[in-house]
């Protein structure tokens, strides 16, 4: 969406459908959530997050600065 980074929290609901036998699959309801994340997409104002990390940094005491 932004950069070309992966989205996330994102979910949709799918309501007012019905299975067939024939006709439903797992790449059907696959594309129902592609179509709606695509319909709903630029209506969101996405947000770009920066990566956030705990670093430990373990050093020698006689490396260090005193």
Known sequence: MIAGYPCV???AECYD???HD???NEM???MAGILAWRNVAPKC???L???LMDVTV???D???AT
């Open 9 to 11: 929290d994102f979910s």
């Open 17 to 19: 459908g019905s299975y």
């Open 22 to 24: 024939v006709d439903s």
């Open 28 to 30: 059907s309801f696959k």
């Open 45 to 47: 104002r996405p947000v």
């Open 49 to 51: 997050l920066e990566p």
């Open 58 to 60: 373990w050093t020698p």
């Open 62 to 64: 006689d490396t260090l």
